[in-house]
Each structure stands twice: as C-alpha cells, then as structure tokens.
C-alpha cells in the first residue's frame, strides 16, 4: 500500500474505524478466510496487508475461559525460562485464539513478553526477534485503550534498536531483529485507539518522541540494508505524517528530512527513488502556523532552493513527480503565507513541462491549469492585512521570467544539456503561466531587451564545419516525383551553446509561445530591427521570426495543457493582420543585400559569368551582348577571394532559414498565401537553381511546403497554375541579365518539375535565350547551357522513344533464327553461288536481273515529279531539339572544359530525342562530326569519356551512317589508347582504381562491345578490338576491367559466334574435340593441351556461358 493510503488508513484508526475492515474490538468480525498482519513487503515500504490462508482445520477459541486456560501454561513457562522454543510456542498457541478474545486477554498474553524484553542482561537476536513477531500478532489484531501500556510498549521497542551503551545510536543487531522491530512499531501506530494517541503532543513526551524519530532517521541513513533503510524513514515519516503537530514541536525534524531528501546526488545507490519521492510526499503534508511561517520563511526559502536545485532535473521520474506534487499541494494550500517561496515554488512546477515522463508531463500540464487560473488573483486574497496583499502572480512570474532571461545565456554556457534543458522548461513554462498577461510583461522595454537579446545569443549557430560550403549539387537539376509525396531533406542545425537538439525544439516552442500570446506587430518589428542591424544576429533573428508568425498562426503550439490549432484562448488575430505580419518579414527576406548573397569561395567559371552580367554600368541583355569586359567596373557583391569559411556557411544558413521562413508563413496562411506567390515564388525557384546542395534542398522542401499550404497536390501543379506570371517574370528579367542572373536557373527549374504543357509557354523564351547565346556566347554560353541541359532532360522525360531503332533488335533475331534453323545443305549451295560470283560467272544475268525497273517504281517517280517537294513541319519539341543541337555544333571546340563537358551532355540528350525523325538526326550527327572526333581523340580525358557516352548514344540511333566513319576514325585511336594502357593496368595497385586513366579505360570498355554490336562492324575492325582487349581477359587486370573485358566479347560474339569460337579455343582449349566420323580428321586448336594461364578462368567463363563448353579437360 503507498504511503498516501497507509495515511488515510491512519485516519480512520484514530477515529475508531477502518474502512470495511472494522477491528473486531469495536463490534465487527474479520471474516474467516482472512487474517491481518504487518508484513514488509517487497519494495520496502511497510504496509497493512489482507493475507488470505486456509481454512483452518479446527475452529478458532472464542471463549475467554478456554482461551486463558489453554495459554496459561505456556505464558508461565516463557516467565520461567525465556527461551526461543518457548516464546515460539505461545506464538503458536497465539493463532488459534480468534481476535475478539485476544483483546480481552490482551494485558495478560503481552505480560510475559514484556517480560523477557525487560529483563536485564544480553539476549539473544534470535529470542528478541521471535518475542517481537509474537508482540506484533497481538498488536495487529487487537487495539491499544490505555495510554500506560501504549507508551511502555512504545519505549521497550526503541530500547531494541538502541545501543547499550549510546542510546542516541543503533544497535548492531541483525537486519532481521531491526525489519521485526520496525514492523511492530508501525503495528503500535495503528493499534492506538480513541484519543489516547493525543497525549503524544503533550510537552512531557516531547524528549521521548524525539528521540525516537531521530533514531529512525539515523538508522534510514546508516544502515547497510537498503530494506531497513528505508522502512526506518518510511516509519519516522509515518509517525510525523499521521501526527503533523510533531513536525513543528520537534526541533530539527524538518530540516532533517528536508536534508535527506535533497541528498539525490546519491541515487539509488543508497537511498533510491523511492525513498526519495516519499521525501517530498512527506514534505508535501505539513502544515506550519503562522508564527512559524514568519519566524522560519527565510529559512524554509533556503531549504526549497536546495531541494529543488539538487532534484528537479533527477534521472528517475518518481522523484520528479513528488517534486511537482510538494510545489502542486504548497501552492495550493499555503501560497499566502510562502512569501518568496512562491517563484520557487513555480520554477519547480514549470521546469517539468516538457518531461520525458509521460505520467509527470501530463501532472505538469494538470497543476499548470489550476495554477493558471489564478494568475491575475492576487496571492492574499484571503488575507489582506498582510503586507504583499498587492503582489500576484503576474509580478511573481515577470519577474522570475526577467531575471531568467537575464541568466540564460550564462547558464546556456556553464550548464550541461540536462540543465539546460530545464531552464528552458521552466522559462516556457512561466509564458505558459502567464498566458494572455505575456503581451503584457513584453510591453515592458525592459522586459523585452532582456527576453529577445538572451535568445539572439542562445540561438547562435556553430558555422565553423567546412563540409556545409564543400556540398554542390546541381540544384537546377534536383529531379521530382509525380506523385504527391516528398521526403524532407534533413538539415541538422549546429549550434554553439548546446548540442541536444531537443533544447533546439524547446527554444522553437518558447518563439511560437510568444507568437501566440504577443503582439505580433510589436515582436516582428523588434526582431526585424535586430535582423537588421548586424548580421551577427541575422540568422537567430530569422529562426525567432518564423516560429514567431507560426505561433501567431495556432500552428505547433501547447497552451494550457492543450494543443491549439487556433487562438481560442487569446483575441484571434485577423488574417489580415497576419498577412501583413508575413508581408513586412517576407520584404526583408527577399531584398536584394540578404537575398543575393555569396555563398561560394572559389570563384567557379559560372560565378565569373554571373559576376561579368552583374557589373554597370552596362545593361547586358539578349538584344544588347556586345558590350566590352573590360569597360565593366567592379561590382561589390562579387565573390572575394577573400571570403572565409565562415562567412560563406553564415550566409549559407541564413538563405536556408529564410527559405524555411517562407514555407512557415505558407503554412500560416494557407489558401491566403496564394496571392503572395506572385512576389515569393520566384525568389524561392531562383534558390532551388543554386548549386550549393543546402540551398538548394532547402528550396525544394520550401516548395513542397508551399504546395501543400495552397492545396496544390505536386510541385507541377504549383508551377503550371502560376506558370503565366513567372514566365513573364522571366521572360522581362533576360532583357536585364545585369541585374537578374538567375532567371535562366529559374527557367532551368520550372522545366525540370513540369510536365510537356509546359512547352508551348516557353517556346518564345527558349527562342530567346538561343538568340542571346548567339549574340554573346562568349558572356552566357555557361549560364544559358544549363537551361538547355534542363529542357533536353524535361524533353526527354516529356516525349520518351516510341520507335526505336530496331536494326539491333532485328539482327539479333535473325542470329537466333540462323541458330535454330540452320540449314547446312543451303549453306554450301549459298557459298558455292557467291563463290562463283567472286570468280565472275553468271554476273551478266544477275545485272540485267538488278537494273531492271519495276513499272510501278517508274509511276511513283513520275508523281513524285510532277508535285512540289515541300517538308513537313517539324513537331514543336523536335523543332527545338535540332536549334539547341546548332548551338552545341559551335561550342563543343570552346577553350572550357566545363563548358564542353556541359555541352556534350546536351548533345547526348538532342540525339535521344532526336532518334526518331533519322532524316534529321543524321544531317546534324554528320555536321557535329569533326568536332566530337575531336572530343574523342585530342581532349581532356575527362571529355573523352564524354564524349564516347555520345558516340556509344549515337551508334545505337544511326549505326549504319556511323560504321565507316568509327571504323576509319575512332576505332584506331581507341584500340591504340587500351593496349597502351593494359601493361600499366597489369602492373597497378590498389590506388590505380581512384586515376582518371582507370575510369577512361574502364568507360572504353564498357561501351565498346555495344558499340561494335550497334554498328556491325567488318570482321577486321572487330579482329583489332580482339587484339586491343584480350589482355584484360588477364586475372592480374582490375577486377571492374576484367568484368568490362568480358561484356565486349560478350558482344562480340553475337555479332561474329564462330570466328570468336576459334579465337577463345585458340587461347586456351579445355577440350578435345572427337570426329564424328572416322573420315574426317581430328580438330588440332593451338590451345589444346596449354597449362592454365592468367587468361584461363575468363575463357573457361566465356567458352562456358556462351558456347556451353565444358571447362574439364
């Protein structure tokens, strides 16, 4: 039973009853199948517990006369000799006489038991435990009426846990002697009967009682035993709960137990938590007269500090809640006669707001709606003579909170996360608190310095990691998925003060809390002003204005224990207030100096080009691009070389903050947000284009927010339905590429989340953007190349292949047909006709045979004649691929290796498109010809692999325009650069891998079996890519090569099965081949009979695979 029902079990003792149990003393029966006792139970707290036994095999003695005459014997004999037998004996005899008749026996059966604890000399623990159990039986089945007997049975109990020879201390008695002890006290507790247990508070037995509790405390803190331990406090607390004058009278008592209860430093490994929490429940109960309180306030004030210093952030949650019940029942009771113990009172119910516990949590949220109730009550309201009658709780709790703010950021520095954790609890439990009366402390200037400069320095971001400023990604490119869902990109914040990113979660609930209860004008105006004056403060100022606007929302936001999806418990704040809140923040956010800003360090050839349109004083656009460089002046927002690390990640952070500031106010506003996507959407496609990968996803996060907020389903549906006014925006911002240098990367992004309804919008501002990168290709060639690497990509996405080329396909089958159905007969026939064509004979008949013209071949060109030659017109995106195709023709020779690389992935993505119309494809494959030769065979290796990727996408579209040309040109150069490069591979370590001349072999020879395949190569070209790849068939190869090596012959032997046959089997042969028929001479291979080599295992692999021929020799 807890400690709270052991009380009230107390009470109804002392008023004569006990619950349903009623004591058979007072006219009641306990009923047969049970019996009471005293027993420690297994958590150590001693309790009144109901033991059911069995029925007894004979009835209980009910007559007294019986009863006396049966333990007569055994009471004279235990007088004679006081031994264990004895007293078990009459312990034995005690449990069959029924309750009724041992209270009227009562005197007579505890004399001679008494009797053995009296008489002097050493005892054995054995026989004083045994005397002590049987004592207990009595006790805890009968009543105490006699005030003499009750105090003598008192005494001789403690004289068995005193020293002989100190009685201040315990004796040291065996754990189970002090446990029996123990448990017949409490049994005495309850058997006081009546008024008698009154006569405790008179002055005499003030030294006695004393000193007894003070002997139970001592032994509760230096005993060994965890189980005596405790049961000692929990009995001197028992004993001061059930007799709460005690605790007043006694001199030292409270302050003693408020020592041991503060002692949680210790833990459970001495006196545990729940010895602990029964501490505060213990503290919780008393109760001080006035005198007192004003004698001792100071005082009382010092001991709560320490409590709840000492144990407020304790690692076990019992201790915690009793703390919140100790401040919960003094608030309640006595709040008028606390004086300054009030802010402590409330520090300590407030710090548990935010507890991992749910059971404290919820207690918190209870205690915190009650006390809420009477914030504007003044605290002696009852009493209003007493000299605080003007103070209430609003001053109490402004106060605590200034003086709070004014700490934070020490304690932010000096405490560890758990510390920190309650502070913060505790400053947003105070807001809690207050409630509405917050616009009323913060519209006190002092108040609210205090309050906005302790979050400006908590708040403060560690920008020191250099990996922020090292992550690119290509944000003009970040692909979307159809559907309706988005998994948010993860951007952990690292801050200077804390690490726990919970603090970082209880610090965004302070700033929503002060939304929600505050003037947002008023806090949007004080924050913007600091989000102006130094950038130091820019990024917390823009943390605390988001949570700001999302808390004026009812977004996110706990008040009173309950969560709030709307300002129900505060005057409602119009959306229209709140628009022009969003408004004001949004203005700053997107103006030209916290907008644009740098956010790389090196100096990258793209930013040169942003740099060279940005500089007056000359208006560079697509009409206008023959200006000269070098008329240009400097321009301020140019990258410095100068920039710091820590320059770059601050400036970094705060574009994603204030993307996330956007989707905040999104969500804040809803459907009313979509009139403000004219001015936000813009800037914010502008940051989804960026290169730096945290922009850029925050932009995308920000976007899906937007979305959802405005009840668009997809990012394509966001940019469809407000596609008209960005495209102007666009399409006005390229006539003034000076002074707007993202609208192509604005453009690049709308392609890439929109789908092919798109295309007839922006067909005028693609011709535009081509007749700018004509006019001045030298200045925006890099700015402009990746919107055209966007609109192939979308074109791509948008009109995938439906007729592919099926030369492959169709070769393939026909090589499956051969195999199947192959006819020798009709092969010799065949080879014996072309045999005699080579020699000449019968050639005259087979070209008379071939010029002759069918009729209807002679009408058809006789129409086709008589009609005008006119072209059909080309569908729009095929029109627009052959221009950008034009355009790549130019730039592919450029001076820049980035710019190149960027063009012949374009190019690669023209041919995918342009795959379908060949009479198209194949005029401009034939004039991008001598400049992508070039790529492959006199570039940066980096290009080569590039522009192979093409080459390789080109043969699988147009292979038979090709074959000559690779065959004459490219396969030459090719096969020279493998067998360069095998011995080098050979001879290679493991660092060889990580070289550009491993990744550029590894590229040839991945697509070079394909593109012999595409191509149909002669038997010669494909003897010389043979030669140039058999050495990495060498185990000594890479293993990634050794793997590329054999997909080429994988290849190649579909094009040419039986001449690579005879070349693998040539290398190394496993099998000798028998004659199927004794006429015919047996097979010799020059690699019969060969010992394995390096070549070996990826032969057999080849032979194997590809041929079925067994590797057993």
């Known amino acids: 039973m807890a400690p709270s029902r052991v009380s009230s079990s107390i009470v109804s003792v002392h008023t004569g009853q006990d619950g349903n149990n009623r004591h058979p003393a007072f006219g009641q029966t306990v009923p047969e199948s049970a019996q009471f006792k005293v027993e420690m139970s297994s958590n150590t707290t001693i309790r009144l517990l109901t033991v059911a036994v069995m029925p007894p095999t004979m009835a209980l003695i009910s007559d007294p006369k019986i009863a006396f005459a049966y333990l007569r014997p055994a009471c004279v004999l235990l007088i004679r000799e006081a031994t264990f037998n004895n007293v078990e004996t009459l312990n034995a005899q005690l449990k069959e ?40 039986h009595v006790l805890g089945n009968t009543c105490i009426q006699s005030w003499q007997i009750l105090r003598e049975l008192f005494s001789e109990l403690f004289l068995c846990l005193c020293s002989p020879d100190n009685p201040g201390k315990p004796a040291d008695t065996s754990e189970e002697l002090k446990l029996a002890v123990l448990g017949g006290l409490d049994a005495l507790l309850h058997a006081a ?19 007894g509790i003070s002997l139970l405390l001592t032994l509760a803190e230096k005993e060994k035993s965890r189980h005596v331990q405790r049961s000692g406090r929990l009995l001197g607390m028992l004993w001061l709960h059930s007799y709460p004058e005690l605790q007043w009278r006694l001199p030292g008592s409270l302050q003693e137990m408020s020592d041991k209860a503060t002692e949680s430093q210790l833990g459970p490994s001495r006196f545990g938590p729940r010895l602990l929490a029964s501490s505060w429940k213990m503290l919780s109960f008393s109760q001080a007269s006035k005198d007192w309180v004003k004698n001792t306030s100071e005082k009382l004030c010092t001991l709560l500090k320490k409590i709840i210093s000492s144990t407020a952030a304790h690692q076990h949650w019992r201790v915690r809640l009793e703390l919140l019940e100790l401040a919960e029942h003094l608030l309640d009771t006595c709040s008028q006669s606390l004086g300054k113990c009030v802010g402590l009172l409330l ?12 059971i404290v949590k919820k207690r918190c949220e209870v205690a915190l709606k009650k006390a809420s109730k009477k914030n504007q009550m003044p605290v002696n309201m009852e009493n209003s003579k007493c000299t605080n009658s003007s103070q ?67 708040l403060e971001l560690d920008v020191a990691d250099v990996r922020i400023v090292e992550e690119r990604g290509h944000g003009g490119s970040l692909e979307t998925s159809s ?30 809390t002060f939304g929600y209860y505050g003037n947002v004008f008023l806090l949007t105006d004080l924050f913007l002003d600091l989000y102006r004056q130094s950038s130091a403060y820019r990024k917390q100022a823009a943390m605390v204005l988001n949570e700001i606007i999302r808390g004026a929302a009812g977004i996110a936001v706990v008040a009173n224990g309950q969560r709030s999806e709307g300002k129900a418990n505060v005057v409602p704040l119009s959306q229209e207030d709140l628009k022009a809140a969003v408004m004001l923040v949004m203005e700053e956010y997107f103006s030209s100096d916290h907008w644009h800003l740098v956010t790389v360090n090196e100096e990258t050839h793209r930013d040169r080009q942003d740099r060279l349109l940005l500089r007056p004083p000359i208006l560079l656009s697509i009409s206008n691009a023959h200006a000269d460089p070098l008329q240009f002046g400097t321009f301020a927002c140019a990258s410095s070389p100068t920039s710091t690390v820590h320059q770059l990640n601050s400036n970094i952070w705060q574009l994603c903050i204030q993307l996330e500031g956007v989707a905040c106010f999104a969500q804040a506003l809803g459907d009313n947000f979509r009139p403000l996507l004219m001015t936000s959407l813009y800037p914010v496609l502008e940051k989804a284009g960026e290169e730096t990968l945290l922009i850029s996803q925050a932009a995308l996060d920000s976007m899906w927010d937007i979305s959802k907020a405005c009840g668009y389903f997809s990012l394509k549906e966001l940019i469809n339905e407000n596609s008209d006014y960005l495209l102007n925006d666009i399409s006005l911002n390229l006539q003034r590429l000076s002074q707007h240098p993202q609208a192509p990367r604005v453009l690049a992004v709308m392609l890439n989340h929109s789908d092919c309804t798109l295309l007839p919008l922006v067909r005028d501002i693609i011709q535009d953007v081509l007749m700018a990168l004509d ?30 080329t099926t030369k492959d396909s169709m070769r393939f089958k026909q090589t499956s047909t051969d195999k199947e159905v192959f006819d020798v007969r009709q092969f010799l026939l065949d080879y014996r006709r072309q045999k005699e064509l080579a020699e000449g004979i019968g050639i005259e008949e087979d070209d008379i045979d071939e010029l002759e013209i069918p009729p209807q071949a002679v009408f058809e060109e006789d129409d086709d004649a008589s009609g005008p ?21 130019h730039l592919l020779s450029d001076s820049n290796l980035c710019l190149r690389l960027k ?32 790529r492959l065979t006199a570039d940066d290796p980096l290009a080569v692999l590039r522009a192979f990727r093409v080459l390789c996408t080109l043969s699988r579209t147009c292979g038979d325009f090709l074959r000559r040309r690779v065959s004459k040109e490219i396969l030459p150069k090719l096969s020279s650069s493998l067998v360069h490069q095998a011995p080098i591979s050979t001879k290679a370590g493991p660092v060889y891998t990580h070289t550009l001349a491993y990744k550029l072999q590894l590229a040839v020879l991945e697509g070079l079996g394909s593109l012999c395949q595409s191509l149909d190569l002669a038997e010669a070209d494909l003897d010389v890519v043979c030669e140039a790849c058999l050495p990495y068939l060498s185990c000594k190869q890479p293993i990634r090569l050794q793997q590329a090596c054999l997909s080429v012959f994988h290849h190649l032997i579909q094009v040419d099965p039986d001449s690579f046959w005879l070349t693998l089997n040539e290398l190394y042969c496993p099998s000798s081949f028998i004659p199927p028929h004794p006429d015919l001479q047996p097979m010799r291979l020059s690699g019969m009979g060969r010992p394995r080599d390096e070549y070996s295992d990826n032969v057999l692999t080849l032979l194997r695979e590809e041929f079925g021929q067994s590797g057993d020799e």
């Open 97 to 136: 006489v029924d309750d009724a008749t041992l209270q009227q026996l009562q005197e007579y059966i505890l004399f001679p038991l008494r009797f053995v604890l009296k008489v002097p000399g050493p005892k054995k623990d054995k026989l004083v435990q045994a005397v002590v159990e049987a004592m207990n």
């Open 193 to 211: 009967y009546g008024d008698i247990v009154f006569k405790f508070f008179e002055s005499k037995m003030l030294p006695e009682l004393g000193a």
């Open 347 to 358: 520090e300590a119910l407030v710090g548990a707001i935010n507890d991992e516990e749910p």
């Open 392 to 458: 209430t709780f609003t001053d109490i709790l402004s106060e605590n909170l200034h003086s709070l703010a004014t700490s934070l950021p020490r304690l932010m520095r000096t405490s560890d996360d758990q510390n920190k954790m309650f502070v913060l609890n505790v400053f947003l439990g105070y807001l809690k608190l207050l409630g509405p009366l917050v616009s009323v402390v913060l519209n006190s200037a002092v108040h609210l310095e205090r309050i906005s400069k302790a979050l400006m320095q908590v």
């Open 483 to 512: 559907g309706s869902h988005h998994s948010k990109h993860i951007r952990r914040k690292h801050f200077l003060h804390f690490t726990d990113e919970k603090i970082f979660f209880v610090l965004t609930e302070i700033c929503r």
């Open 775 to 804: 006019l001045s290709y030298d200045h925006t060639a890099s700015l402009f190349c990746s919107v055209l690497h966007a609109l192939m990509k979308a074109l791509v996405r948008w009109f995938p292949m439906t007729s592919n």
């Open 869 to 889: 030659d006119v072209k059909a017109e080309l569908p729009t995106h095929l029109s627009i691929t052959k221009d950008v195709m034009e355009r790549c023709i």
């Open 903 to 934: 063009v012949l992935d374009v190019l690669e993505l023209c041919v995918s498109v342009l795959s379908e119309k060949e009479d198209e494809l194949l005029p401009m494959t034939h004039r991008c010809w001598p400049a992508l030769v070039q």
